[in-house]
């Protein structure tokens, strides 16, 4: 090959390179996958940006009903006790890119007011979303449940430094690379997390991830459990930071359910 063929070839590569460049990287960037935009919580996706990258994504910004948000009062209402009926569920981690989430095998319920409601999955922020009298805790553990009719339930459990939480670390064992899920052969209980005090505040208010679908019935635990150190620099080591801003009240009455 001569001097000026080796020239030519070169420049045909790097051209290609630069249309595979051209192709490649919006759809890695933009897109995580079946037409999905990517969000996040820093850079270009952060949660203010949320409801540019999709029409789909509209309730983040327009939503009067959002979540999370700060607790400052609430009223005492006549009290509605939550009935946690949590089974044991095969072990099924899942690292989805935006947090770790645990996926419940069918079965295991809350009942509040009467009303049903079965748990599909929990999973973890940090710090906490929710924040109570201004203050937020290193962590928030997500319950998400879904009655019949499809409305969504969340249980929200602030998750403060301290003792070492055994189902945590129990989790944190098998622990997938993004993208992918680690199904293991042995069970836990969601109810291991459970406090001993079942008093909690409730507002309606909506997913705290895009789309920010409203009418999430949301139970926030007045009483934290507690994470290690370590514990929580395992999870801030895949997700430094995983928790949307605090979100306007806008009028909703905030209720405390305490026997
Ligand atoms: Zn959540």
């Given amino acids: 090959m001569n001097l000026i063929n080796k020239k030519w070839c070169k420049n045909i590569l790097v051209f290609v390179t630069f249309l595979i ?34 029409h789909d994504f509209a309730l983040c910004e327009l939503g009067r009903d959002q979540s999370p948000i700060n607790i400052v009062s609430a009223v005492k209402e006549k009290p509605t006790p939550i009935f946690f009926n949590y089974k044991p ?3 099924v981690v899942v690292n989805n890119g935006h947090t770790l989430q645990v996926n419940y095998a069918p079965g295991s ?5 009467g009303e049903k409601y079965t ?27 879904r009655n019949d009719a499809g409305q969504l339930s969340v249980v ?12 945590i670390n ?10 992918e899920t680690k199904t293991v052969s042995r069970t836990i209980n969601a109810a291991t997390f459970l406090p001993k005090t079942k008093t909690y505040f409730s507002y309606p208010g909506s997913l705290t991830t ?15 459990i507690t994470v290690s150190k370590e514990e929580i620099s395992i999870f801030q080591k895949l997700y430094q930071v995983n928790a949307r801003p605090i979100q306007p009240v806008n009028g909703r009455v905030i209720e405390l359910h305490s026997k």
């Fill in 109 to 113: 319920t809350i009942t509040i007011n």
């Fill in 210 to 224: 895009p789309p920010c679908s409203e009418g999430v019935r949301w139970n926030v635990l007045v009483e934290p």
């Fill in 170 to 179: 129990e989790i944190w064992k098998y622990i997938p690379a993004v993208g």
């Fill in 156 to 167: 929200g459990i602030m998750m403060k430094e301290g003792a070492a939480n055994r189902l």
């Fill in 21 to 54: 460049g051209l192709i490649t990287i919006p759809s890695v960037q933009t897109f995580a996958g079946e037409g999905t935009p990517d969000w996040g919580y820093g850079g270009a996706a952060n949660p203010t940006q949320w409801a540019e990258l999709s």
């Fill in 119 to 145: 748990l599909l999955q929990f999973h973890f922020h940090t710090p906490s979303e929710h924040t109570i009298g201004g203050k937020a805790a290193a962590m928030e553990l997500h319950l998400v449940h």
């Fill in 89 to 91: 569920t095969p072990l």
